[in-house]
């Protein structure tokens, strides 16, 4: 589901997209899921990706703070 990342596309965009078609996933519910494609990211991925500002969200990371902390990780792990 998530390969879209791998290709390019900001990690952020493609969770609005995917919060857009289920408004009932939450933060927690992404990180599992990434954590489930990706496991060689390290658990950082997940925290991240919980502290994030998605939608509805009042707090949290920004999604270029997202997006910029996850390609970091995404290449540590040498998904990129």
Known sequence: MLESILTGEAPSALFRRIIEA?????NIRLGEIVRDEFGGLSGLAQQIIWHWKGPGR?????????DASLRELFVEAGYL
């Open 22 to 26: 289920d408004a009932s996933i939450s």
């Open 58 to 66: 009042g707090q949290g990371l920004s999604d270029e703070n997202l």
